[in-house]
């Protein structure tokens, strides 16, 4: 079996193929994408997919409806169970692939690259976050998740300066992150990450708010 798991970052969504981290640009102060400009984000994505699960001649999918995150991997397996590839939620908020024959392979990876052409999640979360709302994030980790995983009994450090944090997410994409500190503390424990996924929020309110002229 294939898991694909949440990931501890801001993008916490994943594929048979993850996409990899953008060269970090300078932050906007606040979001201005438009639908046209979400819709070449998405078309890069799907071009990204397509090249590491090998498809030659992606076929052209039209979008059903743009899922909410916490929704995307049940709307992966019904997605995949329509393509007759069997699939479940795993624990945490992941997909697990059942095993099929090797010459099969090619088959899953093109349902796998349809249901997520179908049912995307936003794909401004393969993006850096823009300053107004990489402080609302870091807020939100302050004082809403590192107290819930400190609850959890796992021990969380203190957090930086805003200026700090900011300047460490602009250089590199990460920054001080609670449930990253704990999990990576733990050794990297699965299980650790999926109880304190399902404890804990991630992300802070409205991130993402949602763009005239897509379907939600």
């Known amino acids: 079996m294939t898991v694909c798991a949440l990931t501890v970052t801001a993008v916490a969504a994943c594929s048979a193929t993850d996409p990899q981290p953008r060269e970090t640009v300078e932050a906007t102060k606040d979001w201005t994408t438009t639908a046209d400009q979400w819709m070449v984000l998405y078309r890069d994505m799907l071009e990204f997919r397509a090249q590491g699960s090998g498809i030659a001649d992606p076929p052209d999918v039209e979008i059903v409806r743009i899922v909410p995150i916490e929704e995307w991997p049940e709307a992966q397996v019904d997605c995949l169970a329509e393509e007759g590839f069997s699939a479940s939620v795993y624990s945490g908020g992941a997909v697990e ?120």
């Open 97 to 216: 692939y059942a095993d099929v024959p090797k010459e099969q392979g090619p088959a899953l990876n093109l349902a796998v690259y349809v249901c997520e052409a179908k049912y995307p999640y936003d794909v401004r979360r393969n993006e850096p976050l823009p300053e107004k709302q990489a402080t609302a994030q870091f807020e939100f980790f302050k004082s809403t998740v590192a107290p819930c995983v400190t609850a959890l009994g796992y021990d969380v450090s203190e957090p930086p300066s805003l200026q700090t944090w900011l300047s460490d997410y602009s250089a590199t994409g990460n920054a001080w992150d609670p449930i990253a500190e704990a999990w990576e503390a733990s050794g990297r424990n699965h299980e650790v990450l999926m109880e304190i996924q399902a404890e804990c929020p991630r992300e802070a309110p409205g991130l993402y708010p949602e763009i005239d002229g897509l379907q939600y």
